[in-house]
């Protein structure tokens, strides 16, 4: 079962100064870190890993001893001896015996004692070593009283989530999602949608993107893994098995634009083809589902790029990539591989 990691991790800053010599003091610091049964990050039967940074002042040493419980069971693999300068990380982590074992409440406990050879205090900061990841959403304003597919009534005012067009070329409808999860569709005069850019910058490392997509449980029907990340506009490709994807590539891509989204979805890259119309062509073509698909920037008659955008969003709804770039992907990547788009 996919759980997240909760959002409680509490450094607690109890400082005992407990002598050991004239000279010589003992600080503990205490992390905790808890997971739980919310929606969805985290999972069973993968090891856990995470840091601890000293930050002190330039030149100064401190020497470490940390010891970690899960659920007050001692785990011997968390014990650690350190003599650490400023900058440098303990990283630690918790075998997947202890995850899998404790399947409700996960929570985990780390001490730290730092004797230092004189009374200063040194500043220690925790990280569990992640970064969140968040699907993104489009909001948008109902213009006006409106009753969607189901007769789902939806007044004028309300907020909600702006999925998808029925046709990028007629644009007559939308799919919206309310807050209580309800899924309609209605008139696309009736919605007044967010133009922002929701794009952040791409700061996640390989470590990143392999605990996100091992977290999450993916599994695929050949040894790799697509992951398309709409709010850093980065496609990933895994080599592995579930549980222990290892990112091999990860390239800059443009999926759809605010009007025409690509949707957040887990499908499979089914067939490999090529597009060739009057006013553009895309070659290669990796096809996923309804007509979505992982292509190349179109190109026009005149052998001339329509549209340069990479880094942001811009496509009709398809994830677009540089030619070189996605020409590699359909060199090592099979059909039949499970593409997420998250």
């Known amino acids: 079962m996919k759980r997240v990691l909760c959002v409680l991790f509490a450094v607690c800053l109890l400082l005992s100064g407990i002598c050991v010599n004239a000279?010589?003091?003992?600080?503990?610091?205490?992390?905790?870190?808890?997971?739980?049964?919310?929606?969805?990050?985290?999972n069973p039967w993968t090891d856990l890993s995470y840091s601890v940074t000293v930050t002190l002042p330039d030149g100064e040493e401190v020497y470490t001893r940390g010891t970690g419980y899960v659920k007050g069971l001692y785990v011997p693999e968390l014990d650690t001896y350190h003599t650490l300068r400023n900058g440098d990380v303990i990283n630690l982590t918790i075998p997947a015996v202890y995850n899998n074992y404790y399947k409700e409440d996960f929570e985990f406990t780390y001490i730290l004692?730092?004797?230092?050879?004189?009374?200063?205090?040194?500043?220690?900061?925790?990280?569990?070593?992640?970064?969140?990841?968040?699907?993104?959403?489009?909001?948008?304003?109902?213009n006006y009283n409106v009753t969607g597919s189901g007769g789902v009534y939806i007044p004028a005012g309300t907020l909600v989530e702006y999925m998808n067009p029925d046709n990028h070329n007629s644009m007559r409808s939308c799919k919206v999602k309310l807050s209580d999860g309800r899924i309609t569709w209605i008139p696309m005069s009736s919605v007044a949608r967010s133009d922002h850019n929701f794009t952040i910058p791409d700061d996640l490392t390989d470590y990143d993107r392999e605990n996100f997509v091992n977290s999450m449980g993916y599994e695929s029907k050949t040894p790799y893994l697509i992951w398309v990340n709409k709010e850093r506009q980065r496609l990933t490709v895994f080599l592995g098995s579930k549980g222990n994807w290892k990112a091999v590539n990860t390239f800059p891509v443009a999926t759809g634009k605010n009007a025409t989204p690509t949707p957040t979805v887990v499908c499979e890259?089914?067939?490999?083809?090529?597009?060739v119309t009057p006013s553009y062509t895309c070659d290669p073509v990796l096809s996923l589902y309804d007509g979505y698909a992982i292509h190349n920037q179109p190109v026009n008659p005149s052998g001339y790029v329509t549209?340069?955008?990479?880094?942001?969003?811009?496509?009709?709804?398809c994830v677009r990539m540089l030619k070189k770039d996605v020409d590699w992907v359909a060199s090592y990547v099979p059909v039949k591989t499970t593409v997420v788009i998250y």
Do not use: C, M
């Open 113 to 142: 004692n730092v004797n230092r050879e004189n009374s200063d205090i040194p500043v220690i900061s925790v990280s569990t070593g992640r970064k969140k990841i968040n699907p993104v959403k489009i909001p948008a304003y109902i």
């Open 307 to 317: 549209d340069t955008t990479i880094g942001n969003p811009a496509s009709a709804g």
């Open 269 to 275: 890259y089914t067939y490999k083809t090529r597009w």
């Open 23 to 42: 000279t010589e003091s003992a600080v503990q610091k205490e992390l905790s870190i808890i997971f739980s049964n919310e929606p969805a990050q985290h």
